[in-house]
């Protein structure tokens, strides 16, 4: 099993930035990607940036809505994976939630907040 605990989340004003931060614990070494969903309110869950490990393709994706602006990056020492967010718009305000890959299941975090006020 895989535990995944998310941070960072908060109110920011429109152009502003956040870090979120997702911890995995337990079972991490089968792991071979981790990525970002959101969940705004009245809406589906969706996609927002992946990132596959590098003994894999070590490939990075993200929406079409957040390219340019936010940033997944990796912490392997730390088993952290990281998403900067920048030019913050009140859009982006969801739920955030992290999940990680592994051969046989699909893990997630609990979500943390995001709120971009205009």
């Known amino acids: 099993q895989v535990q995944l605990v998310e941070s960072g989340g908060g109110l920011v004003q429109a152009g502003g930035s956040l870090r979120l931060s997702c911890v995995a614990s337990?079972?991490?070494?089968?792991?071979?990607?981790m990525a970002w969903f959101r969940r705004a309110p009245g809406k589906e869950r969706e996609f927002v940036a992946r990132?596959?490990?590098?003994?894999?393709?070590?490939?990075?994706h993200y929406a079409d809505s957040v390219k340019g602006r936010f940033t997944i990056s990796r912490d392997n020492a730390k088993n952290t994976v990281y998403l900067q967010m920048n030019s913050l718009q009140p859009e982006d305000t969801a739920v955030y939630y992290c999940?990680?890959?592994?051969?046989?299941?699909?893990?997630w975090g609990q979500g943390t907040q995001v709120t971009v006020s205009s």
């Open positions: 990132k596959s490990w590098e003994w894999t393709d070590g490939s990075t």
């Open positions: 999940s990680a890959v592994d051969w046989l299941n699909t893990y």
């Open positions: 337990g079972n991490t070494f089968d792991i071979y990607a």
